[in-house]
């Protein structure tokens, strides 16, 4: 199972849920969309707005894959898990978040190789 998580924030990233819910219909492996804010409605991959800490441990545990936006934590508790991570850093542009830091974030993550940086997803 892929798992993409969107965290918390009071902000859509209806761009990353929308490639990875495209991406499904070509994988044979389950998607499973943490979307937070975001609204749009996945048609091929399962789905939650939000969920509990156990929940979400349990699904990075298992999943084969990581896929976040540059939320630290996310990131850490991956890296903690030995998983492979793709961060997709939410953008001001898309109105995801109030500026760019999270393109910083993803960017030093990658440089130490600890995780696959995508600036853009469309």
Known sequence: MIFV?????KFQMNR?????????????????????HSDYVP?????????????????????????THAG??????????SKPIIVVPRRNKYAEHVDDHQSQIANAFSSKGCVLCCEEVT
Not at 5 to 9: A, F, I, R, Y
Not at 16 to 36: C, N, P, R, T
Not at 72 to 80: C, Q
């Open 5 to 9: 998580t969107l965290g918390t924030q």
């Open 16 to 36: 990353l849920v929308k490639a990875v819910d495209e991406l499904a219909l070509e994988l044979s492996e389950d998607i499973f969309i943490q979307k937070g």
């Open 43 to 67: 048609r091929n991959c399962k789905y939650t707005d939000f969920m509990d800490a156990d929940e979400y441990n349990k699904k990075i545990a298992e999943c084969s894959i990581l896929i």
């Open 72 to 81: 630290v934590g996310t990131i850490i508790t991956g890296i903690n898990c």
